[in-house]
């Protein structure tokens, strides 16, 4: 696997909802508590060497730090990062076939002992087994003991390699004495093993040894690897009976409170399978207090829903509106002067007609007659009586337009009626010109 994505560069995730997919496929409708927050500040029980380890004020159950205890935890970006890169098979990872000359698998074959101390796995088996002392004290054996594929505090030790791990789930005698070595670790930690499926339950001393495991925090260091290592050598089953083991000593029995973070914030995560995260991460929901500090369930759903209400653009009915009471008003004076050029030209067409009819004498006559009637008026009248006389053109002019465009209209619609149309344009003529005349 590594060799064959040695060649492909991976982007690494940069926040902690980029690293957990835990919820992603959750069909379930249940709303958890506020949404996971990103911090620096991470709970004991990481990897063996974290990218960054976390500031020691921040470790829970620590003397003096009853704050810490009382405050809302944050989910850890770099355990999050760290149980990412595990549950994806390492990316980025360079993985040569030999790299390591086998030695994990050719310990666990009793043919090389462990560096630095120079002890073989059947002396650490047979002499070391319930002698928690020299468990608890010695930080070399447990890499050698739980091999991974990321590079521990114990340099001597060499990291998995693809092909090691395939060799190694072939090798019986490697296997068996695998499992001696879970065992071994589960009973200094006061657990142990109850059948092949990986169910646990406390141990005869588990009083003993979980009041131990409630203080010395450096071993969920050691759980954490010890997941890590079921997981890449073919008994990633036995996790999480584990954790749920945890978890319900921890939570509901209360037997070792102190470890509850990291096993929420690391072990839980250790898992592969999201499906089985979520059963742990909601047991744990139903029995963590106080409830309202559980950051590790599904993110609120009314967020996104918010989110899409607010994305949605303003009424579109005034847009349209706008435009069309803007386009309407220029169409209006355009109506309005081809109406009046219209109604010119019907009057000129009227006044040809009433040549046609024999009409041009009487309508001479009394245009002679109003133009005779103009011209004593301005002699007699000074320059306010001519600017009268323009006013009462504009005005006959004014009427006359609206006369003449009113029956546009009518000759429109009645084509039919053009004799009674002539006379009593006849009429309106002669009363205009009598008007004048008075005035």
């Not at 053109?393 to 009427?399: A, K, L, Q, Y």
Request: hydrophobic residues 30%; aromatic residues 10%; charged residues 30%.
């Amino acid at each position: 696997m590594g060799s064959l994505l040695s060649g492909v560069s991976f982007k690494e995730p940069t926040t902690v909802e980029d690293c957990d997919s835990t919820w992603e496929t959750d069909s379930e409708p249940e709303a958890a508590e506020p949404r996971r927050q990103e911090g620096v500040c991470a709970a004991a029980g990481g990897g063996e060497e974290p990218p960054e380890p976390p500031a020691a004020d921040c470790r829970p159950g620590e003397p003096g730090d009853g704050a810490e205890l009382t405050a809302k935890p944050k989910r850890s970006f770099y355990a999050a990062r760290d149980l990412y890169k595990y549950r994806h098979q390492y990316p980025n990872f360079k993985d040569l076939r030999y790299q390591n000359d086998l030695c994990n698998l050719r310990f666990y074959k009793n043919k090389i002992p462990f560096k630095p101390d120079g002890v073989y796995i059947e002396e650490v088996l047979n002499k070391w087994k319930g002698d928690y002392e020299k468990l608890e004290h010695n930080h070399t054996y447990i890499q050698w003991l739980f091999p991974l594929r990321e590079q521990g505090l114990n340099f001597y030790a060499k990291e998995l390699t693809t092909y090691e791990i395939e060799e190694f789930k072939k090798t019986k005698e490697a296997i068996r004495r695998f499992l001696l070595a879970y065992k071994m670790m589960l009973e200094f930690f006061g657990i142990k093993l109850i059948d092949k499926t990986g169910n646990v339950a406390r141990a005869a001393n588990w009083q003993e040894r979980f009041q131990h495991l409630n203080e010395s925090q450096h071993n969920y260091l050691r759980i954490t690897r010890i997941l890590k290592s079921l997981g890449e050598l073919g008994y990633e089953s036995f996790k999480s009976p584990l954790v749920k083991f945890i978890l319900q000593e921890a939570l509901v029995e209360d037997t070792i409170p102190n470890i509850k973070q990291s096993a929420l914030e690391y072990f839980v995560y250790t898992i592969r399978d999201r499906r089985e995260r979520r059963k742990l991460l909601r047991f744990a929901q139903q029995h963590y207090t106080p409830s309202e500090h559980f950051i590790w369930g599904p993110p609120r759903r009314q967020k996104s829903e918010g989110s899409k209400a607010s994305k949605k653009p303003a009424s579109p009915v005034s847009i349209p509106n706008s435009h069309i009471s803007k386009h309407k008003k220029p169409k209006e004076p355009k109506n309005t002067s081809a109406s009046g050029s219209s109604a010119g030209k019907i009057t000129e067409e009227r006044k040809v007609e009433f040549t046609k009819n024999g009409e041009e004498n009487d309508q001479d006559e009394q245009e002679v007659n109003c133009d005779a009637v103009r011209q004593n008026n301005s002699e007699k009248n000074s320059d306010t009586d001519t600017s009268q006389l323009s006013k009462s053109e504009e005005i006959n002019d004014n009427s006359d337009r609206k006369e003449d465009a009113s029956y546009s209209k009518k000759d429109d619609e009645n084509m039919n009626n053009d004799s009674s149309l002539n006379c009593s344009r006849i009429i309106l003529v002669i009363c205009s010109c009598i008007y004048l005349y008075y005035i």
